[in-house]
């Protein structure tokens, strides 16, 4: 095993990153109705740039004002007061040695009507998850199947929310086409049971996201990145594969490696568990199919978990182990003896509790 490469430089288009390690991006839910994160959310993101990361995923940020929203307080990049308030920390976090990232989604049957101002849940079919929504307690209601206004509209939610991102100086934009969120329930058949052009095919299911990313592209300067996120598992129904098969997450992966996007971003459980009934994981999957840059997160937390999630990408995203430890970098730099943070100990992302 190369042992040394979690800090060695990546050149990422027009980017040298100082190391292999990316602050994964976490929710938090700390916005008012202005939509905007509290200061300490904010601050946490610039701390963790000047302890050494080197790239920073901001929270997930939701694409709309009518559908998009999943849980209470989360954040938009759609209004010049939002804005202005993630100018100052991009600022930061840039003059601290590290690249913003804008991550973006829409939750799509995942969404709670009851913080979206419309009231209204929407997805590629009127299907819920088969697990009550945490956040109520409560069946998912049943969404109303998209219109191809709705998907049209959709769209320039991402688009809008890209553009604020590119005046508030991100450096790149992530589309969340991960954990179960809309894009997600596009491209998997366990949430889409459309009959036209964007149900059916994987060709057909690949529709949503490749129209997303087209019309974001197109709004997007030249030298900021883009990147997709993706993954085979929901935050509802978790134990559900969401693609079929090998065949079909590489048939998804191929599509994408075609489009003009700059990283994928692959989240799992586990960085080394085996994925589809092959002796692969998902990064290796992902790899036998694009020499794109390849970030790869989910169980990484010490020296030797980190090198060797590096042998088959190129980047590393820490979820946890960042959220809970400020001194992450630094001592997985002097490969101390870490301890695996367990789920419940992240809640405190969501409670008031200022962060180390
Ligand atoms: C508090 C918290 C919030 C999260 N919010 C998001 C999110 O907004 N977007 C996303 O893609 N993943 C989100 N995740 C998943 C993480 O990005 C990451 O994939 C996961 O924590 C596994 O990595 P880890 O084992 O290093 O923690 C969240 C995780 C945590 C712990």
């Given at each position: 095993?190369?042992?040394?490469?979690?800090?060695?430089?990546?050149?990422?288009?027009?980017?040298?990153?100082?190391?292999?390690?990316?602050?994964?991006?976490?929710?938090?839910?700390?916005?008012?109705?202005?939509?905007?994160?509290?200061?300490?959310?904010?601050?946490?993101?610039?701390?963790?740039?000047?302890?050494?990361?080197?790239?920073?995923?901001?929270?997930a940020?939701?694409?709309?004002?009518?559908?998009?929203?999943?849980?209470?307080?989360?954040?938009?990049?759609?209004?010049?007061?939002?804005?202005?308030?993630?100018?100052?920390?991009?600022?930061?976090?840039?003059?601290?040695?590290?690249?913003?990232?804008?991550?973006?989604?829409?939750?799509?049957?995942?969404?709670?009507?009851?913080?979206?101002?419309?009231?209204?849940?929407?997805?590629?079919s009127?299907?819920?998850?088969?697990?009550?929504?945490?956040m109520?307690?409560?069946?998912?209601?049943?969404p109303?199947?998209?219109?191809?206004?709705?998907?049209?509209?959709?769209?320039?939610?991402?688009?809008?929310?890209?553009?604020?991102?590119?005046?508030?100086?991100?450096?790149?934009?992530?589309?969340?086409?991960?954990?179960?969120?809309l894009?997600?329930?596009?491209l998997?058949?366990?949430?889409?049971?459309?009959?036209?052009?964007?149900?059916?095919?994987?060709?057909?299911?690949?529709?949503?996201?490749?129209?997303?990313?087209?019309?974001?592209?197109?709004?997007?300067?030249?030298?900021?990145?883009?990147?997709?996120?993706?993954?085979?598992?929901?935050?509802?129904?978790?134990?559900?594969?969401l693609?079929?098969?090998?065949?079909?997450?590489?048939?998804?992966?191929?599509?994408?490696?075609?489009?003009?996007?700059?990283?994928?971003?692959?989240?799992?459980y586990g960085?080394?568990?085996?994925?589809?009934?092959?002796?692969?994981?998902?990064?290796?999957?992902?790899?036998?199919?694009?020499?794109?840059?390849?970030?790869?997160?989910?169980?990484?937390?010490d020296?030797?978990?980190?090198?060797?999630?590096?042998?088959?990408?190129?980047?590393?995203l820490?979820?946890?182990?960042?959220?809970?430890?400020?001194?992450?970098?630094?001592?997985?730099?002097?490969?101390?003896?870490?301890?695996?943070y367990?789920?419940?100990?992240?809640?405190?992302?969501?409670?008031?509790?200022p962060?180390?």
């Open positions: 095993m190369k042992e040394n490469k979690l800090f060695s430089q990546f050149r990422i288009k027009n980017f040298n990153l100082r190391n292999r390690i990316g602050v994964a991006p976490m929710t938090r839910m700390s916005a008012a109705a202005d939509s905007i994160p509290r200061q300490d959310v904010l601050d946490f993101l610039v701390r963790r740039a000047k302890n050494g990361a080197s790239i920073i995923f901001t929270e940020i939701v694409t709309d004002y009518e559908s998009g929203q999943g849980y209470p307080g989360q954040s938009r990049i759609l209004t010049q007061p939002q804005i202005d308030a993630w100018k100052p920390v991009v600022e930061e976090i840039q003059k601290q040695g590290a690249i913003a990232i804008m991550q973006m989604f829409h939750c799509g049957r995942m969404a709670g009507p009851e913080v979206n101002p419309v009231n209204r849940s929407i997805a590629p009127p299907i819920t998850p088969k697990q009550d929504n945490p109520t307690g409560a069946p998912y209601p049943v109303e199947a998209m219109s191809r206004f709705d998907i049209d509209h959709v769209i320039t939610g991402f688009v809008e929310t890209a553009k604020g991102a590119v005046e508030a100086g991100f450096d790149g934009i992530e589309i969340h086409g991960a954990h179960g969120y894009i997600n329930q596009f998997s058949s366990y949430s889409n049971r459309r009959t036209d052009s964007y149900g059916g095919s994987v060709e057909n299911r690949y529709r949503f996201v490749h129209q997303v990313i087209q019309a974001v592209r197109k709004v997007i300067p030249e030298d900021r990145l883009l990147t997709v996120r993706i993954s085979n598992w929901g935050v509802a129904d978790m134990e559900v594969s693609f079929d098969s090998k065949a079909e997450y590489q048939e998804i992966i191929r599509r994408l490696a075609n489009e003009p996007i700059d990283a994928i971003s692959v989240s799992t960085y080394n568990e085996k994925a589809f009934g092959t002796d692969k994981n998902m990064a290796q999957l992902t790899r036998e199919i694009t020499d794109l840059p390849l970030m790869i997160c989910g169980g990484i937390y020296r030797a978990s980190g090198e060797e999630a590096l042998q088959d990408a190129d980047i590393i820490s979820g946890k182990s960042l959220l809970l430890n400020p001194n992450w970098v630094e001592d997985v730099l002097a490969n101390k003896t870490l301890n695996r367990k789920s419940e100990e992240a809640d405190i992302a969501y409670t008031e509790e962060l180390p």
